[in-house]
């Protein structure tokens, strides 16, 4: 292909990318996927802070995780400073992907807790997969102060977030067990319960959490 023969089909992706159908942008961001043009990558992290269609901003993770983490993480590190949730939410689902743990320092507390659900959320599993070892610990301990945050999707990413970094958990657990906040207590048991019995499912973890509740048990070790 010749210069001009690529540059002409740069421009015809980067306007495929803005079109109104959401299927003419999943075409556009397949193809750059399956061959990567680093000239592009700037226009697909721009794309993942706006694009409406879910699938759209799937296909966009996958295309930016076939280039170069050297190219594509700093970008996706300069978006985890947006005003934009989506462009934050989406930077994180997109560095965990790429798995890259030069980009752990940037998962800051702050977007641990973000106030957006979706970007906090992200920012959980992103964090699981980067943390290197000897500091889950610490990561833990700022997972745990979000306890008993928000409604069912929101607890069981955390529950999942927290489960994912193993025993390390059990001893901020039990003290998330006696904490005077219910919704905090029960989310720390169907937590404790899930991260013991994976297959039981969050939805028998919560019900469970409820009953130890009940009977005033919330303290007490298995």
Known sequence: MTTQEGDTNTVRVLHAL?????????????????????????????????????????MLTWA????????????????????RAQARSQALHTLSKIGDQSAWPEITRALLTDTDDE??????RAAVV???????SELAG?????????????????????????????????EAMTSRDE?????????????RDPDAGFEFAIEEAKRVAVLGAAGQEE
């Open 18 to 58: 803005e079109d109104g159908d959401s299927s003419v942008r999943l075409k556009a961001v397949l193809a750059v996927g399956t061959a990567p043009d680093q000239r592009l990558v700037g226009k697909l992290i721009e794309r993942c802070a706006v694009e409406p269609d879910f699938y759209v901003r799937d």
């Open 64 to 83: 930016l995780t076939r280039h170069p983490s050297s190219v594509t993480v700093p970008k996706l590190v300069d978006e985890l400073r947006s005003e």
């Open 119 to 124: 970007v906090a959320r992200s920012a959980w």
């Open 130 to 136: 980067l943390v290197p070892d000897g500091e889950e």
């Open 142 to 174: 700022v997972l745990a102060t979000q306890l008993g945050r928000g409604e069912r999707e929101t607890q069981l990413s955390l529950s999942r977030a927290l489960a994912g970094l193993g025993e390390v958990i059990k001893p901020i657990l039990r």
């Open 183 to 195: 919704r905090v207590r029960r989310h720390a048991i169907a937590t404790e319960r899930l991260l």
